[in-house]
């Protein structure tokens, strides 16, 4: 398939862009910083989200969804990169419903989704345990008892944990790992909000002999490890495509200021050092681009190297949003270390996202793995 977009798609993009850079800007989130917001977010512009049919464009069609796939999909996170727009998008759309899609059963998949898609639910997976991301290894227990399901653990780094109203909790039980969709008002759940550099919302979370039924494990009870991986996969992908929106503006941004600023009565642009590092981080920006499409496709086509992708593309992203935000707060000068700038929003987002589910050594190692070395 040509690593190009469509009319439609085009047009998804455009929207997208044109809604974001009016409702959700970067100056919504300064303000949202600056005051504390417990949430994190302006509820009546995801409402808005919702409204336009966001929360369901991964979602096939008969689950409520819109069917426009990954690739739509990664084509929003992009503009949301761009733009640092805060909201549930990537916790309850890109990971919790990715994560029903490919672990539930086929009834569950019935109840849970349309929820998703018309707003009314918004779900966070409870997965990391530790400071950094050791894929599907958990110790949250899951334990039999008097016909309940007894879950016991403690997670970290939960996205949009104060506004969902259920999490997907890894935990293990006597079928491995299991996936279990447990509701944030349950006596035993605790939160614990996270103060986090790029000042968007997560929260520690405690499961204290928390009951759920058997229902609520996602699936038919085997084991969910092969299941959580994958959307883990997509997951690493649609944060790839909002790590190259933000590495797009960092740069743009960037470049604007280099034909403003002056120094010895001309534009900075006009120096030989500094238009090689801008002509090296665009190469670079052209090639996360391809990167990114190709992988939002192969998840679409359901190519079998989608996992191998998955890695490749996180890494290679992660990279270039590092190059992107480092040259453009060092290009910005003294300036770009201030918080008067936006610029430094973008570096503050684009480390948060790199650490991730994995970073880019984790899956530089993880490539390697599944290449054979």
Known sequence: MALILNEEQQMLREAAAGFLRDKAPVSQLRELRDSGDPLGYRPEVWQEMVNMGWTGIAIPEAYGGVGYGYTGLGIVLQEVGRHLSASPLGSSVLTAATVILQAASEQQ??????????????LSLALEESGHHQGCKVNTSAKTSDGAIIINGCKRFVDEAASANAFIVAARDDSGLGLFVVAADLPGVSVQPVSMVDSRNSAT??????AVTAEQRLG????STAALQASIDISNVGISAE?????QQAFELTLAYLKEREQFAQAIGSFQGLQHRAAELFCELELGKSMVLNALQAIDD???ECALLASATKAK???????????????HGGIGMTDEYDIGFYLKRARALEH????RNYHLDRYATLSGY
């Open 356 to 359: 991730r589910f994995g970073d």
């Open 302 to 304: 359901d190519r079998p």
């Open 220 to 223: 038919a009870g085997a084991d």
């Open 205 to 210: 979370v405690s499961f204290q002999n928390v």
């Open 317 to 331: 992203l992660c990279e270039i949003a590092r190059l992107a935000s480092n040259e453009a707060v060092q290009m």
């Open 243 to 247: 790590l190259l929106g933000l590495s």
């Open 109 to 122: 998949k019935v109840e849970l989704l349309p929820r998703i898609c018309s707003g009314e639910w918004l």
